[in-house]
């Protein structure tokens, strides 16, 4: 790729995610196009629809979770290695409009979204091990229900961000607190 190819490529993921993130999913092509300096034709030269755009930008997101949680691993803070990953994800989809937007039937099939999702799910498995094997969180924890958990803590609190800024961290120490081993009682599932 040329170097003017490769900068106007990255001006058009940087101005995009920030619109997306500012806005939501529903931002026009147009306004990131002008964000970014460039063309509504050279934003379809590198992606054919919005969609595939969004799907970028939310792979590297989830390739961003995935590199913080994977930094955590080596730390001697089982527990607390797990509360900072999950504290890192629920504060990036809190700033960014657009992470729980971008999760759709068409971006769950997209491979590389795939691909980042298997990795960050694998991720979290990792850091979730070692905190039940710390005695930090119950024994049945796993990591796609703590995936799934910072999405819930995401959307709960979501609508109460603006008013009350870092809400979420209380509703995060709350379901934290219930994977605790002395909450623990058998599970439906």
Request: proline share 3%; with cysteine; net charge negative.
């Amino acid at each position: 790729m040329r170097a003017d190819a490769v900068r106007n490529r990255r001006l058009l993921l940087d101005a995009a995610a920030a619109e997306f993130a500012e806005h939501g999913t529903e931002v026009s092509i147009a306004r990131i196009a002008a964000r970014a300096g460039i063309g509504k034709g050279t934003v379809f030269r590198h992606f054919a629809t919005k969609e595939q755009l969004l799907a970028a930008i939310f792979g590297d997101q989830l390739d961003r979770l995935s590199d913080a949680g994977e930094a955590l691993l080596g730390s001697a803070d089982a527990g607390g290695a797990l509360l900072a990953f999950m504290a890192e994800a629920v504060e990036l989809q809190c700033a960014d409009r657009s992470f729980c937007q971008a999760v759709t039937a068409s971006t769950r099939q997209d491979p590389e979204i795939r691909a980042a999702s298997d990795r960050l799910v694998g991720v979290a498995d990792a850091l979730t091990a070692n905190a039940r094997q710390a005695g930090s969180v119950r024994g049945d924890v796993t990591g796609h229900d703590i995936v799934l958990l910072i999405n819930g803590v995401s959307q709960a609190t979501a609508p109460l961000g603006d008013a009350v800024p870092g809400i979420w961290r209380r509703y995060l120490g709350l379901v934290f607190d219930g994977l605790r081993p002395e909450a623990a009682h058998p599970l439906p599932v």
